[in-house]
DNA sequence: CGAGGGATTGTTAGCGCTAACACGCACCAG
DNA sequence: CTGGTGCGTGTTAGCGCTAACAATCCCTCG
């Protein structure tokens, strides 16, 4: 990394430093051509073994390093991918986006983000241009909002945008987890043990995941025969799962409630040990989603696993298949798992 | 974001399409020269309205979109910035990444991330090299271990930086929260409850802030010159609190806990729980982090609020007065709160 | 009425790299 | 001895853009 200023005239004492060594650079330092360099760079044609070490040799020496953005413009690719995230710390984006990364980078590939705060058709169509502008070669939608999903009805044809959790209409790659299925296991798993029917704490309205683990929920209700009780609605906060249970804490015959997501399920248990109520005695929950504290709470809780670094891969997977020229239509599902801890567990 | 086949011949089918439209394709349309249609992208020099006007019209037709390759070749400058990032969904490293990355484009950066499952020495300084590779004009280095702080102390003069919570030595801008400050106040809130001394669980070994918050409970304990007990050592996981929850239920004369973060503070709650020991009544337990679920663990868990959000913006201010010439030596440091609830609770 | 000057536009060069082709040489078959 | 065939290397062009300078027009002012 020893920079070496030009012998002569007065150093640039900025940080940016002098003018980085090019091809030709080396091509002086090794005594050969500029183009003789790039092959042993890259690889490509044939080149003599003292050669190579030679030009090797004046790389080290110099501190090389091959400007991107030259490489970039001549062969148009960027070896950039662009991920739309979703502004938070809730634990499946971030975990997804991690999942996106390792996959990208063992493939070549960096990535760059666009955070959203409040996703919506405009703002994800506006990320999505931010990246194009920054050059990547497709992006990932992370798209759990139903208004993500039909900013992405509109994704041009002529570049690859594939969605993670969102956007079932949209004519682009969609990989998510069976949500519904997930529901269904932990509704089924609640009215096995007996309960007459189970309550839900729903996500917020305009998130396809809160939407389907409800349709899973309500699904599994009809079909055992059981009428479905009034919905209760959060924000996938706890505080939100903690004013549901303060609400739910109040009604007779409470047997069994199924949270949209761990977060509301960990209020809900405060909210119950608040108002005296025993979980599992006299209330069953489960939850959603398998965070890595979920076995910690009081009860530990039964919960739907998702395998967000598997949702990563794939999605990563289905980008590089779209690029390749695939289908625009490709889907894949990735199927949950119920854990079933104390808060399910025999009274 | 409508595509516009080339009226004439076969519409190549691939998903990379036709050649994208470039400066003098735009010129072409509105009737003059390319470096007109520049300044009206880029605000330089004047132009006459109505020229202007042709021009943007020409845009809007073609669908033109400037390519970054090219502009950064000639201008040196790709408004990136790389973050290393820690591969993982602690709550404060994923938090302050979004502070970043708000920041960051507000200021017209986008951000490239480079993630690093085990920090060393090497890799660290291979993730700084990839972005260096994918020509980023900075980097932060999010870095929290010990290992990472050495990695740095290699940093190059010739190129921008910034550390957040460590490498106090290396020759870095260093930003970070004051972790001592923060486990001092815990401490000392323990202490002014009555309680003889206070027990400590602490985070993984080659960890700063593990050690730091270890430093200012032990300081905190000798200043008032009370002896502190053997240290337990866990790695940030419920599960490791969980364990040393197990261990310290069998002491006696067990009164308080600052355990190294909200995570394990869960995870002693709920040994605690199953040892049948009362929180607050039998022992009194703090956390740190105050990630959002804190106020809903059984009981609601007193604990020290750091501010990422804020850390992110500071962090990218640092980078920017580094990428400006700025000091290598800069130092920030944000001040953490307590934040008082149950878990430390009367009796 | 010509010089000076600002506003507006154009022309040219070159950023660092790769693609495409050209060149020289050794080697072999006929 | 001649022509082909690789190998190893060099030469040239051009990717799309901005910086620097040149050119033009029109107006103002002495």
């Given amino acids: 990394m020893a920079e070496r200023p030009r012998s002569g005239g007065p150093v640039k004492a900025t940080a940016a430093g002098t003018r980085q060594p090019s091809l030709t650079d080396v091509a002086g330092v090794a005594g050969v051509s500029h183009m003789t360099v790039s092959r042993v760079i890259n690889g490509t044609g044939p080149v003599r073994p003292e050669t190579r070490a030679r030009v090797l040799a004046a790389i080290e020496e110099l501190g090389y390093r091959p400007n ?3 490489r970039a413009l001549v062969t148009g690719r960027t070896g950039t991918l662009g991920v739309v995230a979703l502004e938070s710390n809730l634990y499946g984006p971030a975990s997804t986006l991690y ?7 063992e493939a070549g590939y960096a990535i ?14 506006d990320a999505v241009e931010n990246l194009r502008r920054q050059a990547v070669e497709g992006v990932i939608v992370i798209a759990p909002h139903v208004s993500a999903g039909r900013a992405l009805e509109a994704a041009p044809a002529d570049f690859p945008v594939v969605a993670v959790g969102g956007g079932e209409a949209a004519p682009v790659p969609v990989i998510s987890v069976d949500q519904r299925d997930g529901a269904r296991r932990a509704t089924e798993h609640l009215l096995a043990l007996g309960h007459r029917t189970v309550w839900h704490i729903a996500g917020p309205e305009d998130w396809l995941e809160a939407r389907d683990r409800e349709l899973g929920w309500r699904e599994t209700l009809e079909r055992h025969g ?39 399920a960990l209020g809900l248990l405060r909210a119950f040990a608040e108002a005296g109520i025993s979980v599992p005695r006299d209330v069953r929950v489960a939850g959603f989603d398998d965070v890595p504290e979920a076995a910690y ?15 990563g891969r794939r999605t990563f997977g289905l980008l590089a298949g779209r690029m390749d020229g695939g289908d625009r239509h490709a889907r894949a599902l990735v199927v949950p798992e119920l854990i079933v801890r104390e808060s399910t567990g025999p009274r």
Same sequence: chains 1, 2.
């Fill in 68 to 70: 991107s953005a030259a």
């Fill in 99 to 105: 999942g996106i990364e390792n996959a990208a980078r």
């Fill in 112 to 125: 760059t983000i666009s955070s959203v705060s409040r996703p919506g058709r405009s703002s994800i169509a």
């Fill in 226 to 264: 059981v009428g479905a009780p009034r919905v209760i609605r959060g924000d996938w906060s706890s505080r939100s799962g903690y004013e549901a249970g303060r609400s739910l804490a109040k009604e007779k015959d409470l047997d069994a409630v199924f949270a949209g997501n761990d977060q509301m």
């Fill in 297 to 311: 709470f009081t009860p530990p809780l039964t919960t739907v696993r998702q395998d967000f670094i598997e949702v």
